[in-house]
C-alpha cells in the first residue's frame, strides 16, 4: 500500500547496480477492473483484478510512445488510476488523481491517453480513489529506450518487475472505516512482493524463472531506491531468496520471493542476512546515488546534463508535515492546512474559469508556521509562475518516515539531512550530479532538498506515499499555467474528457488555436 516506510531490498546474489533515469507509435491494453479474493499474506481478503490478475498487467512501452488504456470499472464505486512517475507533459488531463479528472463511475469506461516522452526506467500505476491502493490494482510500467540509444549493459534475455509493499489483512474497507472514524491504523500485517510471500519450503511459485549464463533486467517499484538491477545468472542453479525488509519501523517487517534457476535443484537456503541497521547507511545510499553524466540515457536536457546547479532559485517553498486533531479526530496536515478532496476536480474549475467557485489559490505559507493551534480543512492549490525555477524543503519533525511523489515532474533531489533546515545548509547540496527523480523518502527528523523547474504546464499533485497520510490530508496541488494559452505549451482538454461538479452541462471553452 505504500504505507511505510524505505524498503530495503536484498538481491542474495551478485549483481551490479544502475540507475536509469529517465506520428509516434500507439500502444493500446483494454482492463476490466472486477472485485475478486487476493491473499499476499495468506488471509484471503476482497480485493481488485485487472483482467482477472494481482497484481495487474505490466505496461511494457518505449519512449514516445503514445499509450491508450481502455478501464473498464466493473467494481460498485468510482475509480481512478494514476501513472506514478510519468511526467505527461502538457497534459494533466490524462494524470488521474482527482484534482485533475472526474472518476470513472461503476459500470463505465474511460480512455486514458498519454505519451511516455523522453522518458527511460520503470514505474508503477495504481488506483488513487479513496483507500484503493491498498485493494491493489497496481502493476508495473515500463519504458525502453529506442534501439538508436544504448543502455551501459548488454541485452537482457529477460526483463521481470518487482514491486513490493506493506499489506492489512482487514482488507480497504475497513481501513476506510478506521480513518474516517479519526483513528491510525497502526502496524501493518506484513509485507508481500508481487502480492505473495514466500514460505521457503519448495512449494512456492517462484517470482521468476532464470537459466544459467544470461543476464535479466529486474525492474523494481519506486518504493525502492533503485530503479532497475542488471542481474547475471551465474550462480548454482537452485532456488534462491529475494528479500525486502522495512526500514525505520518500531517492529521489521520482512517478506521473501523465490528466484529459480531453470532446471536447478534445491531450496533456497534458509539463513537470511540482517538489514543493515542506523541512519549512516541510509544516508550514504542516497549521496552514493548519481547521475553519470557520460551516459547515454534520456535526460531533462537531451542534448547533455542539466546545468540546475548554476540557475538562480526564483522561489523557495518549505512544506512541514504534520499529524493534528481536527474535532477529536485525526488528520495529517501541511504547513497547517489538511487537504480534502475536492467534488469538481482543480482542472476542470479553472479551465472553465470558475477556480474561485471551487478553492483558493496559495491557502498555505511558503513557511511552516511556528505553531498550529487547529488544522484548517481545505483544498490546497499552490499558484506556481510557469516556468519559475523553485526550491521545495520538504521538512519531517515526526518521528516516522515520510515519502513524497511530484506529479508532471522531474526534480534533482541534492540534499538529505538530519536536524532542521536553513539557508545555510545550501552549502552541502549536490549541485552537480544529483539523480533526476520524482519521489523522495524524507526520515524521522529530518528534510530534504529538491529542485524543480516548472517547465510543465498544469495542475500536478504533491502527495504523501504513506497512503493513509494522503487520505487524511497530506498532499496538495502545484498549478503552473502558461500565459500564453498555446498548445506549445498544453494540450487542449480532450473532447471525450470526463466533466463532474459544477462544470457538469457548461459550455466547452474555446480551444488553444496555436
Known amino acids: ?8 531490498m536484498l538481491c542474495l546474489w551478485a549483481a551490479s547496480i544502475l540507475v536509469v533515469e529517465g506520428g509516434d507509435p500507439v500502444i493500446t491494453f483494454e482492463w476490466k477492473v472486477t472485485y475478486g479474493n487476493v491473499a499476499p499474506l495468506g488471509v484471503p481478503v476482497k480485493g481488485f483484478l485487472i483482467n482477472g490478475e494481482f497484481p495487474g498487467p505490466n505496461i511494457n512501452s518505449t519512449t514516445n510512445n503514445n499509450v491508450e488504456v481502455n478501464v473498464f470499472n466493473n467494481l460498485e464505486e468510482p475509480l481512478l488510476f494514476t501513472w506514478q512517475g510519468i511526467q505527461n507533459r502538457k497534459n ?10 472526474c472518476p470513472i463511475l461503476p459500470g463505465t469506461n474511460f480512455t486514458y491517453h498519454f505519451q511516455v516522452k ?5 514505474y508503477m500505476y495504481y488506483p488513487v480513489t479513496d483507500m484503493h491502493r491498498a485493494a491493489g490494482g497496481f502493476g508495473g510500467l515500463r519504458i ?8 551501459p549493459y548488454d541485452q537482457p534475455a529477460d526483463e521481470f518487475t518487482v514491486m513490493v509493499g506493506d499489506w492489512f489483512n482487514k482488507g480497504y474497507t475497513s481501513l476506510k472505516k478506521i480513518l474516517d472514524s479519526g483513528r491510525n491504523l497502526g502496524r501493518a500485517d506484513g509485507l508481500h512482493i508481487n502480492g505473495k510471500t514466500a514460505k521457503g519450503d519448495g512449494t512456492d511459485e517462484p517470482l521468476f524463472t532464470m537459466e544459467a549464463g544470461k543476464t535479466y533486467r529486474i525492474s523494481t517499484s519506486p518504493l525502492i531506491f533503485m530503479s532497475e538491477c542488471a542481474l547475471p545468472a551465474d550462480k548454482e542453479p537452485r532456488d534462491y531468496f529475494l528479500v525486502a525488509s522495512s526500514r525505520f519501523t518500531k517492529r521489521d517487517l520482512t517478506a521473501t520471493g523465490i528466484v529459480r534457476y531453470l532446471n536447478g535443484n534445491g531450496a533456497p537456503k534458509p539463513d537470511l542476512p540482517k538489514p543493515p541497521v542506523g541512519w549512516a547507511w541510509s544516508l550514504n545510499q542516497f549521496r552514493t546515488l548519481r547521475w553519470n553524466l557520460t551516459a547515454s540515457a534520456a535526460r531533462p536536457n537531451p542534448q547533455g546534463s ?5 540557475i538562480n532559485i526564483t522561489r523557495t517553498i518549505r512544506l512541514a508535515n504534520t499529524a493534528e486533531k481536527v474535532d477529536g479526530k485525526l488528520r495529517y496536515a501541511i504547513n497547517g492546512v489538511s487537504f480534502v478532496e475536492p467534488t469538481t476536480p482543480f482542472k476542470l474549475a479553472e479551465y472553465y474559469g470558475v477556480a474561485d467557485k471551487v478553492f483558493k489559490y496559495n491557502n498555505i505559507p511558503d513557511e511552516p508556521p511556528a505553531q498550529v493551534t487547529k488544522a484548517a480543512l481545505e483544498p490546497i492549490v499552490v499558484n506556481i509562475t510557469y516556468k519559475d525555477f523553485i526550491e521545495v524543503i520538504f521538512e519531517n519533525h515526526e518521528t516516522a518516515i515520510q515519502s513524497w511523489n511530484v506529479d508532471g515532474y522531474a526534480f534533482f533531489a541534492v540534499a538529505i539531512e538530519t536536524g532542521t533546515w536553513s539557508p545555510e545548509k545550501r552549502m552541502n547540496y549536490n549541485l552537480l550530479d544529483a539523480v533526476s527523480r520524482h519521489t523522495i523518502q524524507v526520515f524521522p527528523k529530518s528534510w530534504a532538498a529538491v529542485f524543480i523547474t516548472f517547465d510543465n504546464a498544469g ?36 473532447d471525450d474528457t470526463l466533466v463532474c461538479g459544477i462544470v457538469e452541462g457548461m459550455p466547452k471553452p474555446p480551444p488553444f488555436s496555436s
Open 144 to 151: 525502453h529506450s529506442r534501439p538508436l540509444i544504448p543502455v
Open 459 to 494: 495542475m500536478w499533485n504533491i502527495r504523501s506515499e504513506v497512503w493513509d497520510r494522503r487520505y487524511l490530508g497530506q498532499q496538495l496541488y502545484f498549478s503552473s499555467l502558461s500565459p500564453n494559452r498555446s498548445l506549445r505549451d498544453e494540450y487542449n482538454m480532450r
Open 306 to 310: 542539466y546545468k540546475y546547479g548554476g
Open 118 to 122: 523522453d522518458q527511460i526506467g520503470s
Open 1 to 8: 500500500m505504500g504505507r511505510l516506510m524505505l524498503i530495503y
Open 92 to 101: 494533466s488531463w490524462q494524470d488521474g488523481v482527482l484534482g485533475t479528472m
